[in-house]
């Protein structure tokens, strides 16, 4: 999931952090740096995806807005070079120019009087509101008072000169890897507010996200997301809309006042942190949040419900190169929804669940390429799939032995004996028969 973290721990740099001698060590190879893709070379690359793997389905205008520094993470990143230690200007996406605000803070760093303090750090995160504003994250490793000491002049020293930081936390990973909101590797994070809220807002939108939970890094496209998928689907004001892997569960919130009821799911403590947030603070008291993993047994046990029937509008926002897990997208598919959003960055796992979907009667409606994060390469395409009710597919809905119907029926007969059903029979008479 997305608030887990990535780092390889078998690096060089972990020795030179331990003291131990580098002379026998073999040189690092430099790394590999890579021009991310243009625009226009992600174009390309669906359009030959598409046509090789003949997707189906209509794509629609790329969404995309651009991104505006002040809108976007930054972070301040200690590398190695051998044995020296740098801080650098980590930008989210390439060609970027840094705020000031980030070259502000960078500038204190390497005053003397915080040496102690800069050789404790690991990196400070930037988290951007959307609207110019920041919450920090300060991963350093206070170990005796000259770096506790350090640490609290850095502090004094933000909200003194830096209105636009609205929040500060120190945080410390365990094992000691540096800090990703969007990594993947499973990892201990404690942190400790050293001024501000446990959250920040998103934009304008009048919803928020813990500082440790997951978002793009670039905040002006993907604010401007749900308009995007509202537009895309015209939901009923009688529909129901579920949002798997949820995250801060953003999308269902900024959409809730357009269903009659929203829920959203998510496995990660932060999301969960979020999500209830936002449902304790929205307008309309239809959310609810599930803390789960995404599998296939959850789908039977609560579309089974009386409660929970309706027409629904399903939202799967894979994150990173995860697929579904096994059988998730058949368990969705027979719980008959109106609508199957899937949004995935992964072309390979994209062209094998629309092929299973199409195998479970939902034909693809809509294609939506998603350029969230201009300039960095990343690319996202969100599908919209919708059931197959004449047959296109091959399938003919009538001839199904389970209905496609969207509306589920209310009332299920299950254990009913063969023996007590009625049967009534007709023998056509003979040609005699009719003549008399």
């Given at each position: 999931m997305r608030n887990d973290f990535r780092r390889n721990s078998n690096n060089p740099r972990t020795n030179v952090r331990q003291g131990k001698p580098q002379s026998d060590a073999p040189k690092a190879e430099k790394p590999v740096r890579r021009t991310p893709l243009t625009f226009e070379d992600i174009k390309q690359q669906v359009a030959a995806w598409a046509e090789n793997e003949h997707i189906p389905g209509k794509f629609q205008a790329w969404y995309t807005k651009e991104s505006i520094p002040e809108h976007s993470d930054w972070r301040i990143l200690k590398t190695y070079r051998g044995a020296q230690e740098i801080l650098s200007i980590e930008a989210p996406a390439h060609g970027m120019t840094a705020p000031e605000l980030v070259t502000r803070v960078l500038e204190q760093l390497k005053k003397e009087h915080l040496h102690i303090f800069k050789k404790a750090l690991r990196q400070i995160w930037f988290r951007a509101t959307g609207d110019g504003r920041y919450a920090l994250l300060v991963q350093v490793n206070l170990k005796g008072k000259f770096s506790v000491h350090g640490y609290k002049t850095f502090i004094d020293f933000v909200q003194r000169n830096c209105p636009e930081v609205i929040s500060c936390h120190h945080i410390q990973c365990l094992p000691d890897l540096a800090f990703d909101p969007a990594g993947t590797t499973p990892m201990k994070v404690e942190a400790k507010g050293a001024f501000g809220s446990d959250f920040m807002p998103i934009g304008d939108t009048g919803i928020s996200m813990h500082v440790l939970d997951w978002a793009p890094r670039s905040r002006d496209s993907w604010i401007g997301l749900p308009l995007r998928i509202?537009?895309?689907?015209?939901?009923?004001?009688?529909?129901?809309?579920?949002?798997?892997?949820?995250?801060?569960?953003?999308?269902?919130?900024?959409?809730?006042?357009?269903?009659?009821?929203?829920?959203?799911?998510?496995?990660?403590?932060?999301?969960?942190?979020?999500?209830?947030?936002?449902?304790?603070?929205?307008?309309?008291?239809?959310?609810?949040?599930?803390?789960?993993?995404?599998?296939?047994?959850?789908?039977?046990?609560?579309?089974?419900?009386?409660?929970?029937?309706?027409?629904?509008?399903f939202y799967f926002n894979l994150p990173g190169d995860e697929p579904l897990a096994q059988g998730v997208a058949q368990a969705a598919a027979l719980s008959r929804p109106e609508r199957i959003l899937l949004q995935t960055s992964n072309l390979e796992i994209a062209a094998r669940t629309i092929r299973q979907f199409r195998n479970e009667g939902y034909m693809l409606r809509k294609n939506i390429p998603l350029y969230l994060e201009p300039g960095s390469g990343k690319f996202e395409i969100l599908f919209l799939f919708v059931p197959d009710r004449v047959g296109i597919l091959g399938q003919n809905p009538a001839q199904k032995q389970r209905s496609r119907s969207i509306q589920r029926p209310q009332e299920r007969i299950f254990s009913r004996k063969t023996q007590e059903n009625s049967h009534f029979s007709q023998s056509s008479p003979t040609f005699k028969q009719r003549k008399g």
């Amino acid at each position: 999931m997305r608030n887990d973290f990535r780092r390889n721990s078998n690096n060089p740099r972990t020795n030179v952090r331990q003291g131990k001698p580098q002379s026998d060590a073999p040189k690092a190879e430099k790394p590999v740096r890579r021009t991310p893709l243009t625009f226009e070379d992600i174009k390309q690359q669906v359009a030959a995806w598409a046509e090789n793997e003949h997707i189906p389905g209509k794509f629609q205008a790329w969404y995309t807005k651009e991104s505006i520094p002040e809108h976007s993470d930054w972070r301040i990143l200690k590398t190695y070079r051998g044995a020296q230690e740098i801080l650098s200007i980590e930008a989210p996406a390439h060609g970027m120019t840094a705020p000031e605000l980030v070259t502000r803070v960078l500038e204190q760093l390497k005053k003397e009087h915080l040496h102690i303090f800069k050789k404790a750090l690991r990196q400070i995160w930037f988290r951007a509101t959307g609207d110019g504003r920041y919450a920090l994250l300060v991963q350093v490793n206070l170990k005796g008072k000259f770096s506790v000491h350090g640490y609290k002049t850095f502090i004094d020293f933000v909200q003194r000169n830096c209105p636009e930081v609205i929040s500060c936390h120190h945080i410390q990973c365990l094992p000691d890897l540096a800090f990703d909101p969007a990594g993947t590797t499973p990892m201990k994070v404690e942190a400790k507010g050293a001024f501000g809220s446990d959250f920040m807002p998103i934009g304008d939108t009048g919803i928020s996200m813990h500082v440790l939970d997951w978002a793009p890094r670039s905040r002006d496209s993907w604010i401007g997301l749900p308009l995007r998928i509202q537009n895309a689907i015209h939901p009923n004001a009688e529909d129901s809309f579920f949002e798997f892997y949820s995250g801060s569960s953003f999308v269902s919130s900024s959409l809730a006042s357009q269903f009659k009821r929203v829920v959203s799911m998510d496995c990660r403590e932060y999301a969960m942190m979020s999500s209830r947030l936002n449902a304790r603070n929205a307008m309309n008291d239809n959310m609810k949040f599930i803390r789960s993993h995404v599998e296939q047994e959850f789908f039977g046990k609560f579309f089974n419900k009386e409660k929970n029937e309706g027409r629904w509008t399903f939202y799967f926002n894979l994150p990173g190169d995860e697929p579904l897990a096994q059988g998730v997208a058949q368990a969705a598919a027979l719980s008959r929804p109106e609508r199957i959003l899937l949004q995935t960055s992964n072309l390979e796992i994209a062209a094998r669940t629309i092929r299973q979907f199409r195998n479970e009667g939902y034909m693809l409606r809509k294609n939506i390429p998603l350029y969230l994060e201009p300039g960095s390469g990343k690319f996202e395409i969100l599908f919209l799939f919708v059931p197959d009710r004449v047959g296109i597919l091959g399938q003919n809905p009538a001839q199904k032995q389970r209905s496609r119907s969207i509306q589920r029926p209310q009332e299920r007969i299950f254990s009913r004996k063969t023996q007590e059903n009625s049967h009534f029979s007709q023998s056509s008479p003979t040609f005699k028969q009719r003549k008399g």
